[in-house]
């Protein structure tokens, strides 16, 4: 019972809150409280059960886990054509064209990601937790995906025509210089007189070499 400013009293109702006493809740408002702390406890849990490997790392391991993985992705990265190209050098049986290895490049590429999806989902059942998949990302990665199978085929066919020597330092820095623009045009990264100076003598240092390189041929 609330009182009015004329003195009268007025009932309060199930659905209504006396808001100077916090336990004046009707039936219906403290079954919907209950039932919203139900689920946020729900969604407290699932998220805890779908916790990713490293959540609970240090910043030093996650930084020093990260550098390692970086350079084994290098060294990997790095050596990606030499099988394709051992072949071609060692093993020639009349045809050397580099595109005639893109299948298996591209199958290898495919069984590997479907081997580290395979661990991951095995790791989290062992251990009773849900692999974290962002269903967004799936269009975007796919695409993605299909961009880099076409700068691979760019690829392959630029090592069959200029070589290693003068191929891979065009192609490892040709995306360090389209990463820069990103950052400065899209993502504001990069900004202020003295760092896009720096930054200008950079990119014109890098298309220089690119070009005598190319033209080394």
Not at 37 to 51: C, E, P
Request: charged share 15%; glycine share 10%; hydrophobic share 45%.
């Amino acid at each position: 019972m609330n009182v009015g400013p004329d003195g009268e009293g007025e009932a309060v109702g199930d659905d209504e809150v006396d808001e100077f006493n916090p336990l004046a809740f009707g039936v219906d408002t403290r079954e919907r409280l209950l039932s919203n702390q139900s689920n946020l406890t729900g969604l407290s849990t699932a998220s805890t059960k779908s916790r990713s490997i490293g959540d609970d790392w240090s910043l030093e391991r996650k930084r020093a886990v990260g550098i390692a993985c970086a350079v084994v992705a290098g060294i990997f990265f790095g050596c990606s054509f030499d099988p394709a190209q051992y072949v071609i050098d060692n093993k020639y049986d009349g045809n050397d064209n580099s595109l005639n290895y893109v299948f298996s490049q591209f199958l290898g590429i495919l069984l590997t990601s479907w081997f580290y999806t395979v661990v991951y989902s095995c790791y989290h059942h062992f251990r009773g937790s849900k692999p974290f998949i962002n269903a967004e990302s799936v269009l975007p990665a796919t695409l993605s995906g299909a961009i880099r199978g076409v700068a691979l085929i760019a690829w392959f066919t630029a090592n069959g025509e200029l070589g290693f020597p003068i191929t891979f330092p065009i192609v490892t820095a040709g995306p360090g210089l389209i990463g820069a623009l990103w950052g400065i045009l899209v993502f504001k990264e990069i900004s202020g007189k003295r760092n896009l100076i720096v930054l200008g003598v950079a990119v014109s240092v890098t298309i220089l070499s690119m070009a005598l390189i190319a033209l080394s041929r």
